[in-house]
């Protein structure tokens, strides 16, 4: 595979600068191990070592490794960005997906890999959650990436939340706050309903369950 890369861009005319550690001595660029889950600090210290190593752009055959240095103002292309696109430094920095683009975008690339080229119509069945719109700031959605928490489950807290009346509102600033357990996780959402969908200020998640007493009056 490295080498396959190498003779890719050598056929495109680009000059490559190795890094002093290459080959089998490559290093991680902090994604593997999921490092950034159990140790966010250690990661953030090996991104940055990483994209310290040399002062030319980085051209990656993995889309983590991309992401990562061009998230931390590193220009990084990945290998199809060179063979497919027109190369410019502009795309070397663009914004990398959230996780919930990326499922998203996996979602609609199977969609239209069957129709197109196995010629299959598949109808994906949508939840009613899915059609709530969340209205959110850009440093909220940068910390829901950070947290790992995605659109569609705070769109299903909201949604549990209006369609069972369990939820709580904060008298001061008139928030209601939600949550609900997936999985084995809890989310839990600040919002307000507004004209145009769900206004967000806050959501976080903790690996807990709570145990919820329905009604109260048959334990009595």
């Known amino acids: 595979m490295q ?56 051209v990656t055959y993995c889309t983590n490794c991309r992401d990562d240095f061009a998230r931390n103002g590193k220009p990084a292309w990945h290998m199809l960005d060179l063979i497919f696109e027109q190369p410019f430094n502009k795309r070397a920095l663009r914004r990398p997906p959230s996780y919930s683009e990326r499922r998203a975008n996996r979602i ?28 959110l700031s850009e440093e909220l959605a940068a910390k829901l990436v950070k947290d790992y928490i995605l659109m569609d489950e705070v769109r299903q807290v909201i949604h549990y939340a209006g369609s069972t009346g369990y939820k709580l509102i904060d008298n001061d600033s008139k928030h209601f706050i939600a949550h609900l357990q997936l999985g084995i996780i809890t989310y839990w959402v600040e919002y307000l309903p507004v004209s145009s969908g769900y206004k967000i200020y806050n959501a976080y998640s903790h690996r807990m369950q709570i145990m919820e007493e329905k009604n109260c009056n048959e334990r009595a």
Do not use: M
């Open 3 to 58: 080498e396959s890369e190498r003779r890719l861009l050598k056929k495109l005319d680009y000059r490559i600068e190795e890094l002093a550690f290459n080959g089998k001595y490559a290093q991680c660029c902090s994604f593997g191990g999921l490092i950034s889950t159990v140790n966010p600090k250690l990661a953030q210290k090996i991104i940055e070592h990483r994209i310290n190593a040399s002062p030319y752009d980085y």
């Open 108 to 135: 609609h690339l199977k969609e239209e890999l069957l129709n197109d080229l196995w010629g299959e119509k598949v109808e994906v069945p949508r939840n009613e959650y899915e059609k709530i719109n969340l209205l």
